[in-house]
């Protein structure tokens, strides 16, 4: 019995008029805490009732405080009949179970019914007393910190990141077929939305022993999601990244803070890190057929068949990583946990050594009913199968680890696809073990290697290329080979060399599909999916190249099933980084040259899109000193070098530019025009309209290029829905529905948001879903926030300077040239090698400009390479002892690992009036600084109507419905202590409608971290204690030295 | 392709003024798109018209979801649902609040009922304001009304306090209120001169001087006294009034009376002539302005008699404003010497007001 839940009732207002003959309401309170139920007394006739209850207390198990929601129904009570519901609300009382976190819950919460929406609200105080707990066997996990946010949250410093935890928990769906059912709505909505709370609960406390038995104290990077599997059950999947964190005494916690957002972003342990390129790597799903493993990095699983013992023509092929599952489900439960995955986008400095590029898996399955619930082995050896073939691709390309990793689903009736995908990387191994002195070494020089161009080299031996691809040395330290394109899921590291600005870079597709059952859809839909990603990856290399930029982050692609179409969407931030060579243009070549019209077209296709190349440019100020001339000037290369790009057959790019590097020409991609389909995918390639000026947007944290944000911000949740007209629907036209309405909603964005100008929208999040036929649906999430313009054009270079000063100070064991060249990158210089360069482009010499350009020798590079892998080979193994070792030791360092003793802080002041609470789906506030975490929101609710047209309709219904959500989420976090959410991500929005009965239903699930942040102005005393300039550096000597 | 559903919800809750207007203004959304259009925001701004009528929708929407609000703006205050920063809280409530002045020429002093707003849609023609807008602007007025008819109290104050108005507003809709419950006539048509202005002047005067409030009784006893302190006419005051007959029915008094007031004006008075000659009936329509507001009907009437007994003698006779100033000072003044004259008190509380009505009302 180790703990006491104390609640205390104190009033509401506003109730709604339940008694239509006084106008006014008899109200009384059920408090409910797992089998126990306590009654306020009625308050008679009156909308804002003052019961001033006394205590309730509960005296429960830690587990149930774990599981359990603490249950608040308001209720009128009626003489003669039933008491009538006036609505519930939910209080997850995580947050009070560990310490640091709030103390006591205090404040309105709005009164929440699944029919009729916020009816009121209601002020409740909730406090737990911990008593300490010795069992050693214990089944809760009281204590564990819990995160969203993908980075080491501020204020805390990671001792060591442990790594990936998974779990997941099934149920039968109290509702499945909602619209069909005759108990009422409302009963079956709060038994769907209960169930839910409690398996969120129970995931949270299995995922925290799981962390507990690592020695950990928290997870960050925690993402849950919903399968609404429909018949076959609903289950609930977390991932997160176990970590030890410390809490940073108050003046340390200050030291990142210094003065401008800029620098607090730069400063702070999550952005920091020196990591990700990515390798657009794509490989054919030709390729994949042939079954050349090896060779794929974005590679395309070829969807298993599972159903019911009998394996469709493409089981066989899966032998492989079938083994492979059932040697994994043998393994150890230790040996399980040994998926060397990271859910984190953004790491301390020196975590990330190099970067591989994008690992993706995908498969296709048949969902069957879950028999029992308590075994859920299906699932988990799904994602276990996914799992191990993440592992092997990142494996290929010479990558230990996985970083950014994300897996979703996409449900329609019986087939579900399962994705998962990250960055493949190989990491220091100093955050994975304990923090001992022999890592040190190692470590510095590591991290020498890799300030600012570091991530970009290849991990993997470049005579043994896990796929084609073609390298050049590195444009900042001419020492290490780099791709000539880099696609990563993560953030942008902050003191990575970027030139200009970055932008949001989407590939929208569509592909219809014959309805079909079970296998046959199953087949159908496999056999669609490996042409849906080489597409989607055409479309963003293409789109990258027209913004004339070499690197995606944040890549995220997403693929959803409907009944008889698939939709692909991805969206990444392109930037153009320092250290990767200038991307070639795109050449657009006619199959037919003999006809004189049809040339003169191309040419002037190829005009407009030199065009546009030059004009994006412009826009995003990307002129690095060596490369104009080049590009835009580029001839056509000869035929023979000229390599082709069918669009039926399935070469990728990158294998093109394979072929090419024999001949040390990196600029051929082209188009080949033939048909009109291709014809098509030129004009659409065209019609992405910039944003209007004032506007920036990209998917990722920060926006490369802007670091002097202003305080304003602005997050939103915006949905649309189209429906297609039925008859005659082909690929072209649902291509261009597509991307219409996702063109037409970022404009609708711009023009709403455009008081904000100048200002970025960060962080926009498309998810797109496909709730019936002919229905397409596209939730965006985004958060706006202004800049300031003028101190913008001052500070741009800044970074640059900084990062240099750094590296000039850090580099100085290092060979001298790299200094050299690092202050020529400098874009104020001129760069000796461009000449170079410019030799090398027009003539046809076979060796790499770049190798010329340095004095590396080729042989000896290789023989680096070598040497390379044998460190990586070592770093695995440290990786393993590492993780088993800090199980022993990490006691010391978490001295709140257990969480039975509290911090008693002094309560928050819970303000009686309406204060702002902030949501942001970053990971910080602008010009703030966050100074305490106060535990996680994960809300899920169900709304539904029966009055659809009195409610204005589909639009009025959500509209008012995300509005409720938000007010609840900030309602709670104001309960709390807090002022604002961080890392808020509304992972799904189920939208469900039915106009002939008038009737719609939808479900939305959001989470986030609640948080304290104090306005930097308010500190601006303590920062300035701290000398800005040398805050980065000391900051990083405080990490080495732990 | 058709869009299905198409929604934008800020943290912030987006307000944007110009729609907001058009949305008061009671412009259908399709209206209210077309005078955007005109308004050359599209140039401006670089959008198409879809972008346009999607934006005005979802402000449409905003609004409606937030009208329940603004009908008890302290609601608005407190609510959870929409997060928006104080000063556009407010801004949002004033403008709600605000009305035309050719609308509410209309309405003022008509009893706010169910037959007034049947007459909505000829005021919505006669003045070319939308009819929503009249329907929100006389609900506007009733629900004021309803909300501060029991109170006690300031009447400025209790509105200000429940709809939280700027003081300026406030005052306005206190004048509405009162002009309601005494139910003024103000739409004559030789009253069609004056402006809202001029009523809400005067009723700011009659609630300051002329109610149970102006004098300070606060009931020692809560349940005896079923008058409103503010918005009804203090009933004994003007039952008193009677008492003032005597300036006119005492032959003497009157001669008195005129003679000091005209001994004083002389050579001072443009129109000296003529308002030694007009006297009598001028002064005979004052006090018996005031010997009648016994009834209901003549309370009523009230503005209407001091136009055609004082207003528009005047003005056929050309008076200046300046003249009538220093007429209304002495005549006021003057009784004050009047040794027979024993309601001194009450000439002054019933002067003092209906000269600054009076100066107020005098123009064309």
Known sequence: ?1042 | MTSELDIFVGNTTLIDEDVYRLWLDGYSVTDAVALRVRSGILEQTGATAAVLQSDTMDHYRTFHMLERLLHAPPKLLHQLIFQIPPSRQALLIERYYAFDEAFVREVLGKKLSKGTKKDLDDISTKTGITLKSCRRQFDNFKRVFKVVEEMRGSLVDNIQQHFLLSDRLARDYAAIVFFANNRFETGKKKLQYLSFGDFAFCAELMIQNWTLGAVGEAPIDPDSQMDDMDMDLDKEFLQDLKELKVLVADKDLLDLHKSLVCTALRGKLGVFSEMEANFKNLSRGLVNVAAKLTHNKDVRDLFVDLVEKFVEPCRSDHWPLSDVRFFLNQYSASVHSLDGFRHQALWDRYMGTLRGCLLRLYHD
């Not at chain 1, 309405?741 to 100008?757: A, D, P, T």
């Not at chain 1, 993780?883 to 969480?899: F, L, Q, R, Y």
């Open chain 1, 1 to 1042: 019995m180790p703990g006491k839940l104390k609640v205390k009732i104190v009033a509401g207002r506003h109730l709604p008029v339940m008694d239509r003959a006084s106008d006014l309401t008899d109200a009384f309170v059920e408090v409910k805490f797992g089998n126990t139920t306590f009654k306020t007394d009625v308050y008679l006739k009156s909308l804002n009732p003052q019961w001033n209850s006394e205590w309730f207390k509960f005296e429960v198990d830690d587990e149930d405080l774990q599981d359990e929601p603490l249950q608040i129904t308001v209720l009128d009570h009626d003489t003669y009949s039933a008491n009538d519901a006036i609505g519930k609300v939910y209080i997850d009382i995580d947050p009070l179970l560990y310490s640091e976190a709030a103390t006591v819950i205090s404040g309105w919460f709005p009164i929440y019914d699944t029919i009729h929406g916020i009816r009121g609200e209601i002020n409740v105080v909730v406090k737990v007393d911990l008593f300490n707990d010795l069992n050693r066997f214990r089944q809760s996990s009281c204590g564990v910190k819990f995160f969203c946010t993908t980075s080491i949250p501020k204020c805390y410093r990671a001792v060591i990141i442990h790594g990936f935890v998974e779990e997941l928990v099934v149920n039968e769906d109290p509702e499945y077929q909602w619209i069909d059912r005759i108990r009422t709505p409302r009963a079956s909505n709060e038994a769907r939305q209960r169930l839910i709370s409690l398996m969120s609960g129970e995931l949270q406390r299995k995922i925290g022993l799981k962390v507990l038995e690592m020695r950990g104290n928290a997870v960050v990077g925690y993402l849950q999601c919903f399968d609404l599997e429909g018949e076959s059950g609903l289950v609930v999947r977390a991932i997160g990244t176990a970590c030890t964190l410390d809490k940073l005494s108050s003046p340390a916690a200050f030291l990142p803070a210094c003065n401008s957002p800029s620098k607090e972003m730069k400063e702070s342990p999550l952005v920091h890190p020196p990591s990700h390129g990515c390798r657009s790597t794509h490989n054919s799903p030709i390729h994949t057929a042939t079954g050349s493993r090896l060779t794929q990095n974005f590679s395309v699983s070829v969807p298993t068949l599972i159903y019911t013992g009998m394996g469709s023509g493409s089981a066989g092929k899966e032998g492989g990583p079938f083994k492979a599952l059932l040697r994994q489900q043998t393994q150890s439960a230790l040996e399980q946990r040994e998926f060397p995955f990271f859910t984190l986008t953004a790491f301390p400095p020196g975590f990330l050594v190099h970067v591989g590029g994008v690992v993706s898996a995908r498969s296709v399955k048949l969902l069957d009913r879950i028999h029992n619930p308590d075994e859920p082995e299906t699932r988990d050896a799904w994602w276990a199968e996914i799992r191990q073939e993440i592992k092997s691709h990142a494996k290929a390309l010479g990558c230990h680890a996985v970083v950014g990793y994300s897996e979703s689903t996409s449900i329609c009736e019986e087939v579900c696809i399962l994705s998962a995908s990250g960055t493949a990387a190989v990491l220091n191994p100093r955050f994975l073990q304990d923090g001992t002195v022999e890592g040190c070494l190692e470590q510095r020089l590591e991290e020498n290697v890799s300030t600012r161009c570091g991530f970009c080299h290849i991990p993997y031996d470049e005579l043994n290329m896990p796929f084609p691809a073609h390298l050049t040395y590195c444009y900042n330290c001419r020492k290490q080979k780099v791709p000539d394109v880099l696609f990563t899921t993560i953030d942008l590291p902050t003191d990575a060399t970027v030139i200009g600005k970055g932008c949001l870079i989407q590939a929208r597709l569509c592909r219809l599909k014959k309805k079909a059952q079970a296998e046959a859809n199953a087949t159908a839909i496999s056999n669609l999916l490996p042409f849906m990603e080489y597409e989607v990856h055409t479309q963003l290399m293409n789109k990258l190249k027209l913004k004339g930029m070499n690197a995606l982050f944040g890549l995220r692609i997403q693929i959803t099933v409907g009944e008889n179409m698939l939709m692909g969407l991805a969206s990444a931030t392109g930037v153009y980084l320092a250290a990767l060579p200038t991307p070639g243009g795109i050449q657009i070549a006619g199959k037919t040259p003999n006809d004189g019209s049809y040339e003169q077209h191309i040419s002037h296709m190829q005009k407009k899109i030199n065009d546009t190349i030059a004009k994006n440019k412009e826009l995003y100020e990307i002129n690095p000193p060596e490369i104009s001339e080049e590009i835009i000037g580029s001839p056509i290369p000869e035929p023979r070098q000229r390599s082709r790009l069918l669009r039926s057959q399935s070469e990728s790019s990158d294998e093109v530019t394979e072929l090419d590097l024999s001949h040390g020409k990196k600029d051929a991609f082209v188009l080949e025009i033939d048909d009109t389909d291709a014809m098509e995918d030129v004009h659409s390639l065209l019609t992405d309209v910039p944003p209007p000026s004032g506007f920036y947007s990209c998917n990722t944290e920060i926006m490369p290029g802007i670091n002097n944000w202003t305080s304003e911000i602005q997050m939103f949740t915006s949905v649309r829905v189209i429906r297609l007209s039925s008859l005659n629907l082909t690929n072209q036209a649902l291509n261009k529905n597509f991307n219409d309405l996702c063109e037409n909603l970022l404009k609708s964005l711009y023009f709403k948001l455009r008081s904000m100008i100048p200002c970025c929208l960060c962080h926009v999040n498309f998810t797109v879903s496909l709730p019936e036929d002919e229905l397409i649906q596209v939730t965006v999430t985004a958060v706006a926030i202004t800049f300031d313009k003028n101190q913008a054009l001052q500070t741009t270079k800044t970074p640059v300077e900084k990062s240099l000063q750094r590296a000039s100070t850090d580099n100085e064991e290092l060979l001298q040239f790299p200094l050299e060249l690092c202050s020529d990158s400098l874009p104020s210089h001129p760069f000796p090698p461009v000449k170079e360069h410019l030799e090398s482009a027009s003539s046809n010499s076979g060796i790499p400009a770049a190798q010329r350009a340095t004095s590396v020798d080729y042989s000896s590079f290789a023989d680096r390479c070598s040497s390379w892998i044998e460190l990586i080979k070592l770093k695995a193994q440290t990786i393993r002892r590492g993780s088993i070792k800090t199980t022993v030791t990490v006691e010391k360092a978490s001295p709140v690992g257990d969480g039975n003793f509290r911090n008693r802080s002094a309560p928050p002041c819970a303000n009686s009036t309406v204060g702002v609470v902030k949501m942001t789906p970053l990971s910080f506030i602008p010009g703030a600084k966050i100074t305490k975490y106060l535990g996680i929101i994960n809300m899920f609710f169900i709304r539904e109507t029966t009055s659809l047209r009195e409610e204005g309709g589909v639009s009025g219904f959500l509209h008012a419905f995300i509005a409720e959500v938000f007010a609840m989420v900030r309602a709670h976090v104001a309960a709390l202590g807090g002022n604002a959410v961080v890392s808020y991500i509304m992972k799904q929005c189920v939208f469900m409608e039915n106009p002939n009965k008038n009737q719609a239903q939808c479900l939305i699930n959001v989470s986030g971290d609640a948080v304290v942040f104090v306005r930097e102005s308010d500190l601006e005393v303590v920062s300035s204690q701290q000398p800005t300039t040398n805050c980065q550096s000391s900051c990083t000597e405080g990490e080495v030295t732990t």
